[in-house]
Structure formats: structure tokens, C-alpha cells
């Protein structure tokens, strides 16, 4: 990536983490370092220079950048996750440890239940610096994996390149699709070389899906109708399990699994649910406060920056580090089953 080598001008109407953090002795002190890969400082921060509107600002071409560029990425970090330079992540991926009976057994608020997890592959760069080569290696690697799934989590994978239309569509209409990445990922790098080497996987059901070489190389994903989230979870964590034994992905005791984002560093785990609060959509005062009780995100049902339709919403844990997976899913169920109750009391 081609770029200045001075100190950014933010606008004061610029108010990401990245603003808010890289000062000039920062950029100055690290400006002239490079990882292992060839990652810049510059092209950590490309995204956030150019889209002054970003929350955060700034993606990891690989492990090391998170440690190399520590003095811009741990302030910001600790910002986003309340989580120390000193801190250390903890997994568990062990569904007996949850407690989730399913809030909403008649079906009258929860639509769907997702679960899904980021992970890259150890040793390799990360998207933003990964080159086609090793992207198209890649996605044959793991898509030789998948492929070797059996029982429940037996599917097929559809690659990007070269998809026929009437696959295309079905896709899309199943909302399993991922689309280009939108200008904060294009200005990532993440969108080099669109479509090749990317894909997606799923099972027969359709209840599993693996997205390959979008925003973090893999991204798996259980889903179903409905609001039995242990389920959901249980078939997550033994998918994850299955593919481990394929592929090594990268962890860092400190960070938990890397991510390309920093917001989704540790569990690398979102998990929602799509539910109807009419009445609560009326109270956004009321709705927030659970959903701050619970440490949750409020989202539109057509993913991260859209709008709620017809009183349904995507309601997702907000802590991803620093707490296990378990707690995350927790976290969802218990402000779900908060949210139902105060739904059914309008
Ligand atoms: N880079 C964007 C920003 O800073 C998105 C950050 C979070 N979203 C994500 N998909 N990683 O606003």
C-alpha cells in the first residue's frame, strides 16, 4: 500500500479510537517499524485515515502487528474491551457450562438464533496483508477441511469465483451470502483480488456455514430458527472442535484468538438473536438500559449498520475479551430473557 509517511490530520469531527489515540510521539515512535510480513503502521491505520467516520480506525496485517504496534493497539484495546496490557484471555468452549434454557419456547419473540466465531490460521498473514497466493492456497486448504465433515456437519463449499447464477441467488436468499467489504474493509485491503479465493461452505440443514477469506479467513457459524441458543452453541463448539483438528489457528495468550479487527479479539464470538420487542421499540430509553445491563449491541436485522423493520432487532453480546465464550452466550440469553419479560409487562 502506497501512502504518506506524515502524521495524519483528523479532522475534529473525526472521533474514532485511532484519533483518540494515535498522538504524534506515537505515530513517530513506530512509524519506521515493520513486522516480519512487511505490515506498516501506515497500513494499519489506512482505514481510519481515509474514513474519518470509523469507530475504531485500524486492522492487524498479522499477529505480530498487535505486538509491535502495542503503543497504538493496547490504549485502544483497553478502550473498546476494558481489557489491560497485563490482562490474560480465558476459553471455554464447554456448552455444559451454559446455562440457556430456551427464553422463548412458544416462538412468539425469537425469529433465529445465530452464533458465529472469527479465527485466522497460525503463521500466515491476516487479510489485510495476505497475498493472493497465499489466499488462494489457503482457501483450498481449508475448504479440503470442511469437506471432510461428516454426520450433521457434512456440506458442500460454493466458492465466490465463478458462481452460477441460480446458486447465487439461493444464497442470497437463505441470507447466507457475504458481499464485497464495504469501504472501512476495501480500505483494510481486504477486498484485493474480489472474489478469488473466497467462499462459503454449508451443511445439508443449513444450520452450519463457514465464510472463507472474508473480513478474518474463517468465520464459522451455527445457526437455526427459533431461540434454542444452547443448541445453537453446542453445534458451534463442536464444529470448531472438528475443524482444530485440521487446522492450527492463531492464539496468543494475552489476546485470545487474532482477529484482522481488534473489536473482535479474545472469544471472536457474536452471538444473537433476531427478536420482535414492538412495545420495547417504542422505549428505546427502557430497551437500552437492559441491553447496557446484559452488556449488549442493539443492531438492525440487515447486519452492522443497518435499521430495525417491523420492531425486530438483532440483539448480540458486546464483550469479546477478556470474558470466555460461555459468558458471552450467557450474557445474550440472560438480557434476552430480561428483554422478553419486559416486552410481555407493555
Ligand atoms: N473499521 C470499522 C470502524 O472502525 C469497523 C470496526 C468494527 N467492525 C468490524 N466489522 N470489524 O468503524
Redesign the pocket.
Known amino acids: 500500500m502506497e501512502q504518506e509517511n506524515d502524521f495524519p490530520n483528523f479532522p475534529p469531527e473525526c472521533h474514532?479510537?485511532?484519533c483518540k489515540y494515535l498522538s504524534k510521539e506515537i505515530f513517530d515512535a513506530l512509524k519506521d517499524k515493520q513486522t516480519r510480513y512487511g505490515f506498516r503502521l501506515t497500513d494499519a491505520i489506512h482505514?481510519?485515515v481515509v474514513?474519518i467516520?470509523?469507530?475504531?480506525?485500524?486492522?492487524a496485517g498479522d499477529k505480530e502487528s498487535y505486538f509491535t504496534f502495542a503503543a497504538l493497539f493496547d490504549p485502544i484495546i483497553q478502550d473498546y474491551h476494558g481489557f489491560d496490557p497485563v490482562d490474560k484471555h480465558v476459553s471455554n468452549l464447554d456448552p455444559d457450562d451454559l446455562d440457556a434454557p430456551n427464553p422463548d419456547p412458544e416462538g412468539e419473540y425469537i425469529l433465529s438464533t445465530r452464533i458465529r466465531v472469527g479465527r485466522n490460521v497460525a503463521n500466515l498473514p491476516l487479510g489485510p496483508a495476505i497475498s493472493k497466493a497465499q489466499r488462494n492456497r489457503l482457501e483450498k486448504d481449508l475448504s479440503d477441511a470442511l469437506m471432510t465433515l461428516k454426520g450433521t456437519l457434512a456440506g458442500t463449499y460454493y466458492p465466490l469465483k465463478g458462481m452460477s447464477e441460480g446458486i447465487r441467488s439461493q444464497l442470497i436468499e437463505d441470507h447466507f451470502l457475504f458481499k464485497t467489504g464495504d469501504r472501512?474493509?476495501e480500505a483494510?485491503g481486504l477486498n484485493r483480488d474480489w472474489p478469488e479465493g473466497r467462499g462459503i461452505f454449508h451443511n445439508d440443514e443449513k444450520t452450519f456455514l463457514v465464510w472463507i477469506n472474508e473480513?478474518d479467513q474463517l468465520r464459522i457459524i451455527s445457526m437455526q430458527q427459533g431461540g434454542d441458543i444452547k443448541e445453537v452453541f453446542t453445534r458451534l463448539t463442536t464444529a470448531i472442535g472438528e475443524i482444530e483438528k485440521k487446522v492450527q489457528f492463531s492464539y496468543s495468550q494475552h489476546l485470545g484468538y487474532i482477529?484482522?479487527?481488534p473489536?473482535?479479539l479474545g472469544t471472536a464470538m457474536r452471538a444473537s438473536v433476531h427478536i420482535a420487542l414492538p412495545k420495547l421499540a417504542k422505549d428505546m430509553e427502557t430497551f437500552k438500559a437492559i441491553t447496557d445491563k446484559y452488556h449488549l449491541q442493539i443492531r438492525g436485522i440487515h447486519g452492522?449498520h443497518s435499521e430495525s423493520e417491523g420492531g425486530v432487532y438483532d440483539i448480540s453480546n458486546r464483550r469479546r475479551l477478556g470474558v470466555t465464550e460461555v459468558q458471552c452466550v450467557q450474557d445474550m440469553h440472560d438480557g434476552v430473557v430480561a428483554l422478553i419479560e419486559k416486552e410481555k409487562s407493555l
Not at 53 to 59: A, C, L, N, P, R
Open positions: 474514532s479510537l485511532l482505514s481510519g474514513n467516520d470509523s469507530g475504531i480506525g485500524v486492522y472501512f474493509l483494510a473480513e482477529t484482522s479487527c473489536t473482535n452492522e
